[in-house]
């Protein structure tokens, strides 16, 4: 009974905010009464809404009263603690720094059990029971605890953001899309959500096969180390035969060829294996961002997803094994010939013939594939002349700086007509077609400039998707604007990251399928890399954004 009357005690003179016996009591005019410093603290939270309120019954008060400390209970708490009561021991359930806390407690709060983020708020077994229960709230959507509630709510309305703006690509609120996105392309969250888990599981899609290639690259490759040393083995065997037969003089010979031979193999192997071994580093690399994809796949929390997928969704570039073209086994045999037709030949016949065998040894090579280049110097070695055809160019774009420079204006241009140009968009290509491997460099000013490559047959009258950079399989587009980039191919959008820049370089593999784009500033940045198939020539476009924006082709050489 003792023990019941402490504790009794113990909850009437403690501060329901602090849990501790009241230190500076004050009574609040409706008769509840808590430490001065903790209600003062309370009330300064809410001191924005002008609204002041009991923490314990919720009864509000205006304007805010007047705190003055209770002398009488003051005096009853001082002689509590001289008969040696404490403050209530410390629940393991509370919440610790940690911890995500109940929005719902007062004073001290629990450990949240789940997060709410149709309210948003998190909420302790107590007040989570409502969720269970109440059948409103039976559908709101309850995650695990988290402290990242407050990015679910819209910072200009104060309101959950369940919408998503394709324009601007951010979430928003409902307020929003009839606000400042109004006339923007939105759509709802788990709508938005739904469009990049399909892109998510293609790019998945694309990594498997990527795995599969590269497993089938590895596997060939090491046969080919395995038929080399084969070759080079039965060359060595069938040299030292023949050497065996010769005189004295020639022997010396063998020995020569032989360490050429093994001098070879090790080089050829050497190279066959050091790309072996980067098409294994990128599988383990492209199974590891397989598995951060299907971990991001699973979020719950559908603007986390959002927020997190353009920085997960990249690959990095690709080791190009495409172009690897395996000779057939004759490795070593021409050399083993060469040396059979001096077993029957005078040592002056011997002598005339080294230089035979020694090249022949030499031209042992296995085709790998040429490295892309890595520093903009290498870049520049590809770079080439690219101009601007005026039989293309919309009427409303002026080219100058001999026809290098594009800029977009209100007035038409005295152009003739001619088929090949576009009409809808405010789109031009380049006179010159695009093989092999090119290099160039596009410099903008304005709001931004769609640097594109295209089909030479892609559609020019009229304002279609068949005629846009980007929206067809006959051109690939990169979006630039003043802080963001965007590419699209066959109108599927990817988010680019990567820092702001007015020139960006384009390089272009066309036999190998390679199209890669770069920031251009105080140091080159990958932006984007495609790897596909090019079945035509390819000619570099420009896509103006509004009205006195410009582009130019850059002079690099």
Not at 58 to 80: C, D, G, H, I, Y
Request: net charge neutral; aromatic share 8%.
């Amino acid at each position: 009974m003792a023990q019941k009357g402490d504790q009794l005690d113990r909850e009437t003179f403690s501060c329901s905010i602090c849990l501790d016996l009241l230190k500076d009591p004050v009574t609040i005019p409706c008769g509840h009464s808590y430490c001065m410093r903790c209600i003062k603290d309370f009330w300064d939270e809410e001191n924005q809404k002008k609204i002041y309120s009991c923490p314990q019954c919720r009864q509000t008060f205006a304007p805010r009263p007047v705190l003055v400390k209770s002398t009488m209970l003051a005096a009853l708490v001082e002689q509590l603690k001289k008969t040696g009561l404490q403050a209530a021991p410390a629940d393991h359930c509370y919440a610790g720094p940690e911890d995500v806390a109940c929005d719902v407690c007062t004073g001290r709060k629990l450990k949240a059990l789940k997060s709410c983020l149709t309210c948003p708020a998190s909420y302790c077994e107590k007040h989570l029971q409502s969720h269970y229960h109440a059948a409103p709230l039976k559908k709101h959507k309850l995650v695990d605890p988290s402290e990242k509630l407050q990015e679910n709510i819209c910072s200009c309305h104060d309101e959950v953001m369940k919408m998503f703006c394709r324009t601007d690509q951010q979430s928003i609120c409902y307020l929003c899309s009839v606000d400042e996105h109004k006339g923007h392309d939105t759509v709802s969250a788990a709508a938005e959500r739904t469009e990049r888990q399909r892109e998510l599981e293609v790019s998945r899609q694309n990594i498997q096969q990527r795995i599969q290639d590269r497993e089938k690259d590895v596997k060939m490759l090491q046969q080919e180390v395995e038929a080399v040393s084969r070759s080079a083995d039965k060359a060595v065997e069938d040299s030292e035969k023949i050497f065996t037969e010769l005189i004295r003089l020639i022997q010396k010979r063998s020995s020569d060829v032989k360490q050429q031979i093994r001098s070879q193999q090790e080089t050829e192997v050497s190279r066959v294996k050091e790309l072996q071994e980067k098409l294994e580093q990128e599988i383990t690399e492209l199974k590891r961002k397989d598995a951060e994809l299907k971990q991001l796949s699973h979020t719950e929390d559908h603007n986390q997803f959002l927020h997190n997928y353009p920085s997960l969704s990249q690959l990095s570039p690709s080791t190009d094994s495409s172009s690897i073209n395996i000779r057939p086994l004759r490795y070593f045999e021409d050399m083993t010939a060469a040396v059979s037709e001096l077993r029957d030949q005078l040592q002056d016949i011997l002598m005339e013939k080294w230089t035979n065998i020694s090249l022949t040894v030499a031209e042992v090579d296995v085709l790998l594939p040429e490295p892309e280049p890595k520093t903009r110097a290498e870049f520049l070695k590809y770079s080439c002349e690219i101009t601007l055809d005026p039989n293309t160019a919309n009427t409303h774009l002026l080219l100058s700086e001999g026809n290098r420079k594009a800029t977009l204006m209100r007035q038409k241009q005295s152009y003739s007509r001619h088929p090949d140009r576009f009409t809808g968009w405010s789109q031009v290509l380049s006179r010159e077609s695009l093989t092999g491997r090119c290099y160039w460099e596009v410099e903008w000013r304005g709001v931004g400039v769609y640097v594109a490559v295209a089909y030479k047959n892609i559609s020019r009258a009229g304002n279609s998707n068949e005629c846009l950079f980007g929206c067809n399989d006959k051109s690939w587009m990169l979006n630039c604007h003043t802080d963001s980039y965007t590419f699209r191919f066959n109108h599927v959008s990817t988010p680019v990251s990567g820092p702001g820049s007015s020139r960006v370089g384009v390089y272009l593999d066309h036999s190998a399928g390679i199209l890669s784009f770069y920031t251009i500033s105080e140091t080159m940045t990958p932006l984007h890399r495609v790897q596909t198939t090019f079945t035509q020539p390819l000619y570099a476009g420009l896509r103006l954004y509004d009205y006195g924006v410009t582009a130019e082709l850059c002079k690099l050489k």
